[in-house]
């Protein structure tokens, strides 16, 4: 019987020729990310005593969360992250002027096809855009890996999802995923490994792959996989710091899935997730008009260049409604860099953007935070209930082509309305 992606990769990384699902496995990840919060890593492994790291080149610590410091406790926390890559030698090491996590270690070329990746962060998933494993763990756990190096993991089940057709104008692969979550549940992937395929699959961008990936994670997955392909070869030709590391897995013919989807694009349009939680999600058509007071135009999910672009080609010229305010929180420094250079920073600012440095921002409360009563519209992953300031705000969630165009309203808006065919190719634009 044929194994998934997921099988294959616990089994390589187990030193088994197999592994079955609901099989526990001792697997040895490639990568171990951990971000801000390093410091409580540190801390259960000074309290145990604990001084040698199984491998420190396996180690990355990225200080993307609320950074920089906003408070003496926050400096203090980042200073044992610092202190501790120092001692330690840790060279994957990426200080506050970097980015998020997720998107400088895919730019650094540290995340190539067939890894297992492990990291603090529930939306490791997104690893899978470019073939490999990527899952959350906790900071105890974090520990010890740094230590020995390994951990269980129980092998997950696949469902497989089969996309068609085309999106249409104004419709993009976070609006499918706002489906997805919303028709599935945030419980319907729990503990599932899900791939993706499909003619429509070829077309999609890095960037949109990237999306897709990091958004799996409202579905409950364990891990979310695109089969590596030209796009993922080429994204990476000049990032991978070590070229023979790319060993793209692909599912066997004969695997199993426990489930599977088909899902035509072409009959999808703008989605929204409204409050308090990502599977509460409608069509566009049944929120147009809500009053928003902020627009968050960030995080690992929507911060890419790609993202800031397909605003800027709907707001250049325009400006945003004087009732709002729109922060823009660019994924990294490069993104930032290459925003800048084409033009797209100049047009989100002259528009009444207001541009934070890189990292993750509003998406955690970190500036932005939103008062009593108040509306935010966010490209972000999550809407949880406080998550960006007071519990008596709301948040909801779309696309950036959708954030672009309610900037302009000053209230949730359809992007349709803004769109020329000029620049729907902006889809195919490299992250």
């Not at 779309?398 to 020329?420: K, M, N, W």
Request: net charge negative; glycine share 10%.
């Amino acid at each position: 019987m044929g194994m998934t992606i997921a099988q294959k990769i616990l089994a390589t990384k187990a030193g088994l020729s197999t592994a079955e699902p609901g099989e526990i496995v001792e697997a040895y990840p490639d990568l171990v990310m951990s971000h801000t919060a390093t410091w409580r890593s540190v801390s259960v492994m000074n309290k145990i005593g604990a001084t040698k790291l199984f491998d420190p080149e396996r180690l990355a610590i990225v200080l993307d969360h609320i950074s920089p410091a906003k408070s003496e406790k926050n400096a203090a926390d980042q200073q044992v992250s610092r202190a501790f890559a120092r001692k330690y030698g840790i060279r994957k090491f990426f200080d506050i002027d970097s980015g998020i996590a997720h998107l400088v270690l895919m730019e650094a070329g540290h995340v190539a096809p067939g890894d297992l990746i492990v990291g603090t962060d529930s939306h490791c998933t997104i690893y899978g855009s470019l073939g490999a494993l990527g899952t959350g763990i906790g900071y105890t756990e974090v520990t010890s890996v740094w230590l020995t190096g390994k951990l269980w993991m129980k092998v997950p089940d696949t469902f497989r999802i089969v996309l068609s057709g085309e999106f249409a104008p104004g419709v993009f692969s976070k609006d499918l995923m706002l489906y997805l979550i919303g028709t599935l549940g945030a419980d319907g992937c729990s503990y599932k490994s899900i791939e993706f395929y499909g003619d429509s699959v070829v077309g999609l961008s890095i960037s949109e792959r990237m999306t897709m990936a990091n958004l799996a994670m409202e579905m409950g997955v364990k891990c979310a996989f695109f089969p590596p392909d030209a796009k993922t070869l080429e994204y990476l030709k000049n990032r991978l710091k070590e070229p023979d590391r790319y060993h793209p897995v692909y599912a066997d013919t004969d695997a199993v899935y426990q489930k599977k989807l088909e899902v035509d694009l072409a009959q999808l349009e703008p989605m929204i997730a409204c409050p308090h939680e990502v599977q509460n999600t409608k069509p566009i058509g049944e929120v147009v008009g809500k009053k928003i007071d902020q627009l968050f135009l960030g995080s690992c999910a929507n911060a890419k260049y790609e993202d800031l672009a397909i605003a800027a080609q709907i707001l250049k010229g325009r400006h945003i409604h004087p009732s709002v305010r729109l922060i823009v929180t660019p994924g990294s420094k490069n993104i930032l860099l290459e925003a800048a250079e084409s033009g797209v920073f100049k047009t989100l600012l002259e528009a009444g953007g207001l541009f934070t440095n890189p990292g993750c921002g509003a998406c955690v409360g970190d500036g932005g935070a939103l008062a009593d009563g108040e509306v935010c519209l966010s490209t972000a992953n999550r809407n949880f209930l406080g998550r960006m300031g007071s519990s008596k705000a709301e948040i909801y969630l779309c696309s950036p082509a959708t954030l672009a165009a309610s900037a302009i309203r000053g209230v949730i808006s359809d992007p349709r309305e803004f769109l020329q065919d000029a620049w729907a190719s902006a889809r195919g634009e490299e992250a």
